[in-house]
């Protein structure tokens, strides 16, 4: 355990941090778990929002430095290709 006041602060607030980005991560990825649930009930209207809000908490982690901007682009991708196929599949 650290001695210094300084090292003692840096502590508290690098596991403050830690806890933010815990919570932003388990966001993102209810987010994700919803969108895939969505996809296996296959009500269209909610599938289209579920992605939005997806869309929307990933831009947010990036932004704020939890993930990398290249992760939430790759994230992205991955959930439009399950929606380009969910649409594919439910037009024929």
């Keep these: 355990m650290a001695n210094i006041k300084s090292a ?3 502590i508290r607030v ?12 388990s966001r993102m990825r209810t987010a994700i778990r919803r969108f895939n649930e969505s996809l296996t009930a296959n009500d269209p209207q909610t599938v289209r929002a579920n ?20 992760k ?3 994230k992205k991708a991955q959930l439009s290709r399950q929606f ?3 649409t594919k599949a439910a037009a024929e």
Excluded: C, W
């Excluded at 690098?14 to 991560?25: G, L, W």
């Excluded at 992605?51 to 990398?68: M, P, Q, T, Y």
């Design 8 to 10: 003692l602060k840096r």
């Design 14 to 25: 690098s596991e403050k941090r830690r806890q933010h980005n815990v919570m932003i991560k």
């Design 51 to 70: 992605l939005d809000n997806a869309f929307s908490v990933i831009d947010r982690a990036a932004v704020k430095g939890v993930i990398h901007k290249n």
């Design 72 to 74: 939430a682009a790759r």
């Design 84 to 86: 380009a196929n969910y």
